[in-house]
């Protein structure tokens, strides 16, 4: 078992397997974690990150048609969320923030069951339970918390599974995550933290956040940390898989901090332009995830020609069962949204459901109820 404080992961070097040319580079501690990755693996990576892109232009594009009220986009960060996915077993369970589109498609959630709560048909798309992933979650760092109780009880369990979350650089700066890293180390909790730090939380850089490396805050927790490219998919893999191991083995929690980068808005309804610099822009650029893989790829004798075409067709099938899907979603009947509030009966909502249901039943001759009852 290696650990993961011996990993070269203090100081501003990030632990990288394949740099922004392609290039593999070798690294002791890591290389053991993904010698199982061939090049047959790799090409499924690449495929995994193109079709997730694929999804993230096609929410931007739904909701700017006015089919989504709005669409967190993750442009930038396909490494980070598909090298971390790929790592985990069946019964780990993920709690995600808004943006990890490139989670849920990794625990075959549609594409369709993803956008469904940005439609506002739902107030999730999917089972937790029945995909072990939490549905998102919009108040910024709650769900580390979720996260590190529910990691308690696998310990008190005996299970062998592990629990790991995400969240943003600007998550960091709130209660919640430090909160819940005080009860992960306290506990030694069998889970993950795994901030991608795209550099933006909102129009807020993260050097203003924070003054050292992100990764540098939770060892004052007592709680061993990686930093790693985080547009490095093989890098993100190999952590991930070294915390988990060392969830498993019930050394505890570890902190991942995957250095990568927002490359479009914060949500639909944000514009960078007002607030970042063109030039940071085409420096990332430079180091985008897919092509990062693309170049390796080629360099181990892979045809270029062949390797795109393979992976935009799975992405256009994804992006043609996303578009049939989502447009031919049904809009929920009014009094739904009292469903799933509580897992138990509960007096005051059956009171304000009764109240509702004779607001409706106003308009119930005018036929207009259900525009009325939604305003």
């Not at 989504?68 to 960060?77: C, F, I, N, S, Y």
């Not at 993803?114 to 089972?127: E, H, I, K, P």
């Not at 592990?162 to 600007?170: K, P």
């Amino acid at each position: 078992m290696n650990n993961p404080q011996a990993a070269g992961e203090r100081g501003d070097e990030l632990i990288q397997l394949i740099d922004p040319s392609g290039r593999r580079t070798p690294h002791g501690e890591f290389d053991p974690w993904v010698t199982d990755i061939d090049v047959e693996a790799l090409r499924r990576l690449h495929t995994d990150m193109v079709a997730i892109r694929r999804v993230d232009h096609e929410g931007t594009a739904l909701q700017r048609q006015g089919e989504l009220a709005l669409w967190p986009p993750l442009l930038g960060q396909e490494a980070a969320q598909i090298g971390a996915g790929r790592a985990l077993e069946d019964d780990d369970f993920i709690f995600p923030s808004y943006r990890e589109t490139g989670l849920a498609y990794c625990r075959d959630i549609s594409a369709e069951d993803t956008l469904r709560v940005w439609r506002g048909n739902a107030y999730s798309g999917w089972d937790p339970f029945g995909k072990n992933m939490a549905t998102p979650q919009i108040i910024i760092g709650a769900q580390a918390l979720h996260a590190v109780g529910y990691a308690m009880g696998i310990k008190y369990d005996g299970g062998s599974q592990a629990a790991i979350t995400f969240f943003g650089d600007g998550a960091t700066s709130q209660g919640d995550v430090n909160e819940a890293m005080v009860f992960a180390a306290s506990y030694q909790a069998p889970v993950v933290f795994f901030c991608q730090n795209n550099h933006w939380a909102i129009s807020e850089p993260v050097d203003v956040q924070s003054l050292t490396n992100i990764a540098d805050r939770s060892p004052g927790f007592g709680i061993p940390s990686l930093r790693v490219d985080g547009n490095d998919v093989l890098a993100c893999l190999a952590a991930t898989r070294i915390a988990l191991d060392r969830a498993r083995s019930g050394n505890g929690p570890t902190f991942i901090e995957a250095v990568t980068y927002r490359m479009g808005p914060h949500t639909t309804a944000d514009d960078p332009t007002r607030y970042r610099d063109a030039n940071e822009l085409d420096l990332w650029a430079a180091k985008d995830p897919i092509e990062r893989l693309e170049k390796h790829l080629v360099g181990l004798g892979v045809d270029e020609t062949e390797l795109k075409a393979a992976a935009e067709e799975v992405a256009d099938g994804v992006a043609a069962s996303l578009r049939k899907g989502i447009i031919g979603l049904e809009d929920p009947e009014p009094m739904a949204v009292f469903d799933h509030v509580y897992s138990q009966p509960h007096t005051a909502l059956d009171r304000q459901r009764e109240h509702y249901a004779l607001y409706q039943e106003q308009f119930a001759d005018t036929g207009s109820a259900t525009e009325e009852g939604a305003r």
